[in-house]
């Protein structure tokens, strides 16, 4: 007797595997014909400006139960990328409302983010538009730090470091890196630095052995080339101040400024036209006896430097 | 103790063993194990993304996000695992048949529990397993002076303690969602054991409640919750490891200490339920 076939509880697809396959690529192809359309059509949505939701560091830390870490993590990525967002920007009336609470969360969620606050004292320092120039903020920030890790002799000489340099306060300076050399396992040099400090402030010497120690003593790859670059623009600041000379030299000779490279060239009062550390030309500003550093230069702004004290003999 | 009952305790545990086994084969089966390819996954190219994006603290925030996802990880293997081990059962109805087989219902409880802590033991080998992969690979592409400057070697052996902790803490939240999960429904089950969690972070400020209340009964009763309710911010050790923060084998052995009873009374707790519930 012919036994009838049971039906099978399986169903196949109509398609196939392969129709089935091609289906899904046609498919996924109109949603991302659709949205280029969209993007082509309509202006990416964006809000006006970046928005701090919750702004009480001792809330956010309540509310990370057991994830305070990653989230300080997080601050600390949205505190790098505003700053390096907002630089690059080219709104001229740029801010950086949110870099100085994005650190603050950042190192309240994690009081011991060592990095946070020697970085985040550098971004809050840069004077404006390559930073929001506030000095006042980035000491602050290692105050903070120096209450959660009184050991860390970086952040009281980062403190000196920015009266010196920013604040030109070379006292306020001097009593930050002798302080430093107080607490145990600093280097030596900070006491003879706070010396130097009070002696040499405002000279370039004086800031060159600064950026110097900061170089040598950074624990950071970041941080290291930071130094080297503001030693880089020392060496420009020289160069510059011996091309001012080069420039006199020529107007003692000739009665004028000189107008051209070739014309300092000729008379041997420079050898070939000069590069900057970085490999870039100086700009030589005709008939003012002005150098200038280009701004295609890697080293481009070159900072202000501190007044220098008045001499004592004067 | 007798011979029988030596043997007789043997023979228990192996029943419970029978069923912890098929806990664990049932969480293959549900293909839970894949969690651990979108943990490798998000290590891997965390490994990657970060380098680019922090500044040089890409073995910090490593270490971070292993160890927050595999306490997140585990946790979500903890409740949602954790609160079907028997609610499942009595909803399916295949309780009935598996209380016809000679496993009592202690056992079964305990059988069931093992289980899904053999998972999450597997679950959390592996996750600490890709960590220090990754952060091997991390620390020999990088050069020795900057290693030199790190708070501590990418693989340091002491964040072994942070995963220990995690662990027992997530042994104590699969307690928990046992317990829930034998006096009522799944869903009733994960928002009391993810209730529980949220509020064993918070435990610490029960203790102190007379700071902030004036009344000394609500801060009696506030203390009262502080030594009745999970409390689980001690077993978080992840900040202390990465910023090289001595944690004391002291510390380490009472909070077990503390972990160990506590899921030993839920364990009692939830076979005194399930003992005495009628599944007629």
């Known amino acids: 007797m012919p036994t009838e076939k049971a039906p099978s509880a399986r169903v196949s697809p109509p398609l196939g595997g392969l129709g089935l396959a091609l289906a899904i690529a046609v498919l996924l192809g109109g949603a991302l014909a659709a949205q280029t359309a969209r993007d082509n059509r309509y202006a990416a949505w964006e809000t006006e400006s970046e928005l701090l939701y919750v702004q009480s560091g001792a809330a956010l830390t309540r509310l990370g139960l057991a994830f305070d870490d990653l989230l300080a993590d997080l601050y600390w990525i949205r505190a790098v990328q505003h700053y390096g967002s907002t630089k690059i920007a080219d709104e001229a009336d740029r801010t950086y409302d949110l870099l100085y609470p994005f650190l603050d969360l950042a190192t309240t969620l994690d009081p011991r983010f060592k990095i946070a606050y020697r970085f985040g004292a550098i971004f809050l320092t840069e004077a404006y538009p390559d930073g929001p120039g506030r000095p006042e903020q980035a000491i602050a920030l290692l105050e903070k730090g120096v209450e959660a890790m009184p050991e860390r002799w970086q952040y009281l000489m980062d403190i000196g470091f920015i009266h010196y340099w920013w604040v030109h306060d070379y006292e306020a300076a001097a009593e930050w890196f002798r302080t430093a050399s107080e607490v145990d396992g600093a280097p030596w040099w900070l006491e003879p630095l706070a010396a130097t400090t009070l002696a040499q402030g405002g000279q370039r010497g004086g800031s060159r052995l600064l950026w110097q120690q900061l170089f040598e003593t950074s624990d950071n790859e970041w941080l290291q080339a930071e130094a080297g670059r503001r030693l880089l623009q020392l060496d420009a600041l020289d160069a510059l101040d011996q091309l001012g000379l080069a420039a006199q030299a020529y107007r003692d000779r000739t009665g004028d400024w000189p107008r051209t490279w070739a014309q300092l060239i000729d008379i041997g009062l420079v050898p070939f036209e000069p590069l900057d550390p970085t490999g870039t030309g100086y700009i030589l500003v005709p008939g003012t006896g002005e150098f200038e550093l280009s701004s295609d230069s890697l080293l481009f702004p070159l900072p202000s430097e501190p007044e220098a004290l008045p001499d004592p003999a004067s | ?280």
């Open chain 2, 1 to 280: 103790m007798t011979e029988s009952a030596s043997g007789g305790f043997v023979a228990s545990l192996r029943v419970v063993g029978h069923v912890a086994v098929h806990v664990f084969k049932e969480s293959v089966r549900d293909r839970i194990l894949y969690n651990l390819v979108i943990f490798a996954v998000l290590l891997i190219a965390g490994s990657y993304l970060m380098g680019q994006i922090t500044a040089g603290q890409d073995v910090k925030i490593i270490k971070d996000l292993g160890l927050a996802a595999t306490s997140l990880f585990g946790l979500f293997i903890a409740v949602f695992l954790g609160i079907g081990l028997v609610s499942k059962e009595v909803q399916r109805r295949s309780i009935y048949s598996l209380l016809a087989k000679p496993v009592t219902r202690p056992q079964f409880v305990l059988g069931k529990y093992a289980g899904l802590v053999l998972t999450l033991a597997v679950n959390v080998a592996v996750m600490i397993a890709a960590h220090y992969s990754v952060l091997g690979v991390m620390s020999w592409l990088e050069s020795p002076e900057f290693r030199a400057g790190w708070e501590a070697p990418a693989t340091d052996p002491a964040m072994l303690k942070a995963f220990f902790l995690i662990f027992v803490q997530l042994m104590l939240i699969t307690a928990v969602a046992l317990f829930f999960s034998t006096v009522s429904s799944a869903a009733l089950a994960a928002a009391l054991t993810i209730g529980l969690y949220i509020v064993g972070h918070f435990n610490a400020d029960l203790r102190n409640f007379e700071t902030v209340v004036d009344s000394p009964a609500a801060a009696a009763l506030a203390r009262g919750f502080y030594y009745v309710l999970p409390n689980l911010a001690p077993f978080d050790v992840k900040t202390a490891v990465v910023h090289a923060q001595p944690v004391p084998w002291g510390y380490i052995a009472l909070t077990t200490a503390y972990g160990v009873a506590y899921v030993a009374a839920l364990l009692l707790a939830s076979i005194v339920v399930f003992s005495r519930r009628d599944f007629k």
